[in-house]
């Protein structure tokens, strides 16, 4: 279960997407990579992140992009149950789904920022 802290980081950034509307694909996958990582513990805002991810890409018509977000969603339930997340992922599927990997500066920056609105 997320805490509220986490909850409400996790709406930020996802408020910071939903307001990102005409910037570059790369700006705005920032805010959903950011969300997924702030998400991750939790299963339910983890499924979100990925749902929206795959959204985005549909909409973009990345369709590799998409592919590799539906293979996600298949894993997030497999993910929580194993309790095998690896920490820091930022859930692209340009990452291989099962590799920890440190928190990109730019990422933790938009976390950053999100954690002081929230408060």
Do not use: C
């Not at 990422?107 to 954690?115: D, P, V």
């Amino acid at each position: 279960m997320a805490t509220d802290h986490t909850r409400n980081t996790y709406v930020q950034l996802m408020l910071g997407f939903s307001q990102s509307v005409g910037q570059d694909h790369e700006l705005r996958w920032a805010w959903l990579m950011a969300a997924h990582i702030v998400g991750q513990q939790n299963s339910g805002l983890h499924w979100r992140s990925h749902i929206a991810m795959l959204r985005f890409a549909l909409k973009t018509r990345d369709y590799p992009e998409a592919a590799g977000q539906l293979m996600r969603l298949s894993l997030v339930p497999l993910g929580h149950l194993a309790g095998r997340l690896p920490a820091g992922n930022h859930g692209r599927a340009t990452v291989s789904a099962f590799t920890p990997m440190p928190v990109d500066p730019s990422l933790g920056e938009l976390i950053s920022q999100a954690h002081q609105k929230e408060r």
